[in-house]
């Protein structure tokens, strides 16, 4: 029961999650451009692009464990109403 709840709630957190990501990656960005006397659009773009990736990795990973877990819940419910064949696909 508790795990369904965890599972729900990351599955509405993970996308501001990602927009979180990207934006820290933009402020960082704008950050190590200023630093390293680089134009601040530049830093930006390349922020953005670095949050993106590291976006797509993380949440991408949660978003595909989420996706594998549902998926067997739902064989798992097939199974206890025996609508799978005993032998499985061939």
Known sequence: MI???LASILSA???LLALAIVIA????GSVWANTDGY???????VGLVVGLL???MVCGL???LL????GIKEVAHLLKRHELPP????
């Open 3 to 5: 795990n369904a709840v």
């Open 13 to 15: 957190i993970n996308a």
């Open 25 to 28: 990656g933009a402020g960082f």
């Open 39 to 45: 134009s601040e659009g530049l830093g930006i773009v």
């Open 54 to 56: 590291v976006a797509v």
């Open 62 to 64: 949660l978003a595909v």
């Open 67 to 70: 996706d594998i877990r549902a």
């Open 87 to 90: 032998h499985g696909p061939v």
